[in-house]
């Protein structure tokens, strides 16, 4: 893997069996990502791009193919080699995807049950960080997505769009090299939406992410570096000017 990149995808196939058949969703995907890079990934409901951030976030396995993502440290604390995803076990898995990933859903998952701070501490307190710096840390997290001032609300009792931009600041508190958003904006009105998807360009340059956005919403899609398009179980690499304006 080049020092600048990211993400190296191989020759991915993913199959599901539905009773006594294959039904395969995507196939031979190859493509690269480098560091820095905000990449639009569109296509149909169903295409599959659920799956591929699942797959390209070790969270699922592929049926064929690889993916090799640069770590950014080693086990030792110094800058790392690429790991294949496919070779990890589920503890090293899990372990790699709290180093280096942060997810985004266009469910906000939150625990409903904890305070905006306690739900963005958790992942800290995951890795057995102290109560104390966990929250600290989260309390500046809360800063950067403009909700400090909510960070003892339930999740109940914060709006769509805080619900999102607490959901965030918990996916960036690790500080992960990489960004996996799923349809962030999906669940909101254009307004709220519009002000969310800023707030994720603005922090991923000013935290050097590399981001990978899967997206209905065609405006946001050509405000990426790269758009790649979904379709028939292939990859095909789209303009701006050239996305149609209906996605599915």
Same mark, same amino acid.
């Given at each position: 893997?080049?020092?600048?990149?990211?993400?190296?995808?191989?020759?991915?196939?993913?199959?599901?069996?539905?009773?006594?058949?294959?039904?395969?969703?995507?196939?031979?995907?190859?493509?690269?990502?480098?560091?820095?890079?905000?990449?639009?990934?569109?296509?149909?409901?169903?295409?599959?791009?659920?799956?591929?951030?699942?797959?390209?976030?070790?969270?699922?396995?592929?049926?064929?193919?690889?993916?090799?993502?640069?770590?950014?440290?080693?086990?030792?604390?110094?800058?790392?080699?690429?790991?294949?995803?496919?070779?990890?076990?589920?503890?090293?898995?899990?372990?790699?995807?709290?180093?280096?990933?942060?997810?985004?859903?266009?469910?906000?998952?939150?625990?409903?049950?904890?305070?905006?701070?306690?739900?963005?501490?958790?992942?800290?307190?995951?890795?057995?960080?102290?109560?104390?710096?966990?929250?600290?840390?989260?309390?500046?997290?809360?800063?950067?997505?403009? #909700?400090? +001032? =909510?960070?003892?609300?339930?999740? *109940?009792?914060? $709006?769509?769009?805080?619900?999102?931009? /607490? &959901?965030? !600041? @918990?996916?960036?508190?690790?500080?992960?090299?990489?960004?996996?958003?799923?349809?962030?904006?999906?669940?909101?009105?254009?307004?709220?939406?519009?002000?969310?998807?800023? #707030?994720? +360009? =603005?922090?991923?340059?000013?935290? *050097?992410?590399? $981001?990978?956005?899967?997206?209905?919403? /065609? &405006?946001? !899609? @050509?405000?990426?570096?790269?758009?790649?398009?979904?379709?028939?179980?292939?990859?095909?690499?789209?303009?701006?000017?050239?996305?149609?304006?209906?996605?599915?």
């Amino acid at each position: 893997m080049e020092e600048t990149e990211i993400l190296r995808v191989e020759g991915l196939r993913k199959v599901f069996r539905s009773g006594s058949t294959d039904l395969v969703l995507f196939e031979n995907l190859s493509f690269r990502v480098g560091k820095g890079e905000m990449l639009a990934i569109v296509g149909e409901s169903g295409a599959g791009k659920s799956t591929l951030l699942h797959i390209l976030g070790a969270l699922d396995r592929p049926s064929a193919g690889d993916v090799y993502c640069a770590q950014s440290h080693s086990n030792a604390g110094v800058p790392g080699t690429s790991v294949r995803l496919r070779s990890l076990s589920d503890d090293f898995a899990a372990a790699f995807r709290n180093r280096e990933i942060g997810f985004v859903w266009q469910f906000h998952y939150l625990l409903p049950e904890f305070t905006a701070v306690e739900n963005v501490a958790m992942p800290l307190l995951v890795r057995g960080h102290s109560r104390a710096q966990a929250r600290a840390e989260a309390l500046e997290w809360l800063r950067e997505v403009e #909700l400090e +001032a =909510r960070a003892e609300h339930r999740p *109940g009792e914060l $709006s769509g769009g805080e619900q999102q931009r /607490v &959901a965030l !600041a @918990r996916a960036l508190i690790t500080r992960p090299q990489l960004l996996l958003a799923d349809e962030p904006t999906g669940d909101l009105d254009d307004r709220t939406a519009e002000a969310v998807f800023a #707030l994720i +360009a =603005r922090l991923h340059r000013e935290h *050097g992410l590399t $981001s990978l956005i899967a997206t209905h919403n /065609v &405006a946001f !899609a @050509r405000r990426s570096d790269r758009i790649l398009r979904l379709h028939r179980g292939r990859f095909e690499q789209v303009t701006p000017e050239s996305l149609s304006l209906s996605l599915g």
